[in-house]
Every structure is written in C-alpha cells, then in structure tokens.
C-alpha cells in the first residue's frame, strides 16, 4: 500500500521568513507524482506545487520550492518570504495510475506570524 | 468559467435518513472522486469514477453509495448504515492521464 507521512502536525514561522514541510512517502511504484495542496480557512484545496518522478530537477513555483530526493522518498516543502496569506493546512499527496490512486497526507498546519 | 461545483455548502442530517451530495463538473474530465476529510486528518477516499456508469469504492466506502450516469455528475449519498457520518466532503476531478485535481469547496455534513 502507497502511504505518506507528514511528520509535522504542526509549523509556525515568522513574516517574512523561511519554512520548510516535511513529506515522506512508501511505494513500490517508478512513475508517480507528487504534489503539495494547501487548504486556507475556507477550505478551498489549491495545487501549490507538483513533481515529476522522473524529473530530477526539483520544481519551484514562484515561493515555493520543493527538495525531491526519490531514493530517500522525500518530498520537502520550501516556503520563502513566508506572509500572512499562506497560513493554511498542507497536505502532500502521491498520484500513480493516470488519476487512478491519489494518496494524501495527515497535513501540516502552518501560521505565519506577523 | 470552468469548475468543479458542489453543493449544498452545509447539510444537516437527522440520524436514520439518507442525504445526497452533489457534485457538478463542467471541466470534461473523465475522473471524478469523494474523499472525506476529519479534524486533524487527511483526506480519505471513498469512492472514484473514471468513465461514467462505472465506478469503484475507495479506502471507506461502508454506508456510502454513488452513481455516474452523465460525466459531468457525480452525486454521493450518505446513507443511514454510516455511523459517524459528520465531516467535510470534498469532490475533485481530473481528466485521464493529467495529473492535477481539481477540488469543489466542499460540504460540511452534520447529524443532529
């Protein structure tokens, strides 16, 4: 079974500063992708960021960078220049089988303090 | 615009009565799947469709029942056999062989 773990229940971190989530996760499989969602108060799930297995470079969006270490299965989360709009819940997720098998994590609840 | 809409955004439900929950897409993915979220959890499937009148039971199907009879609809009904059925239920489709899911708002579902 494919599981993932997020060990963090819980994070804060300072405006303005920097923040790193933990994932990990257990497959048997090659090809697979993994994401972060997060969910603000109003409990919208937003993409924030998605990884290729097979990429080996790590993917950044604009803050949000991730450090993709496939033989370790870690799947880490860096937020830079933290503010106050990225208080929310976030879940790492697993997908394998073209949207067949989507695995979520426990999540990690972030505040950001100003 | 294109999305995923579910409704009502709040239920109640009195104990020993079925209630449907509704979800629309209008995006032409083929995939679509329930998943219920607990305080302090993740999100837990419950059922998945990827063509229409077909589908599968995810990890917590028991007390659950869907249908897919149009592809842009996929209604879950929460029946009297689910014994804890107060939670946050949330819909998310995508199209076959694209990997991002696209989440409606939710509905909070509770028994009184």
């Known amino acids: 079974a494919q599981t993932v773990t997020q060990s963090q229940p819980e994070m804060s971190v300072q405006e303005a500063e920097t923040v790193t989530l933990s994932c990990t996760y257990d497959t048997s499989e090659n090809n697979y992708y993994l994401f972060w969602y997060k969910q603000p108060p109003s409990r919208q799930m937003i993409l924030v960021i998605r990884?290729?297995?097979?990429?080996?470079q790590n993917a950044t969006e604009n803050r949000f960078s991730v450090n993709f270490q496939k033989a370790a299965k870690s799947f880490s989360l860096k937020i830079s220049d933290s503010q106050l709009g990225d208080t929310a819940m976030y879940f790492c997720?697993?997908?394998?089988?073209?949207?067949?098998?989507?695995?979520f994590g426990p999540g990690t609840r972030l505040s950001v303090l100003p | 615009d294109g999305g995923i809409t579910q409704s009502p955004k709040y239920l109640f439900r009195k104990e020993g009565q079925n209630v449907t929950l509704s979800c629309e897409q209008n995006?032409?993915?083929?995939?679509m799947y329930w998943y219920r979220q607990d305080p302090g959890q993740g999100l837990r499937l419950i059922y998945y469709s990827q063509i229409v009148n077909d589908f599968q039971k995810g990890d917590i199907a028991e007390g659950y029942s869907v249908s897919r009879e149009k592809k842009e609809s996929f209604p879950l009904t929460v029946t009297s056999a689910q014994k804890n059925p107060t939670a946050f239920y949330l819909c998310a489709s995508f199209k076959t062989g694209n990997t991002e899911a696209f989440f409606g708002q939710g509905t909070r579902l509770t028994v009184v």
């Open positions: 990884q290729e297995a097979y990429k080996q």
């Open positions: 995006l032409n993915h083929d995939a």
């Open positions: 997720a697993f997908e394998y089988g073209y949207g067949q098998n989507f695995v």
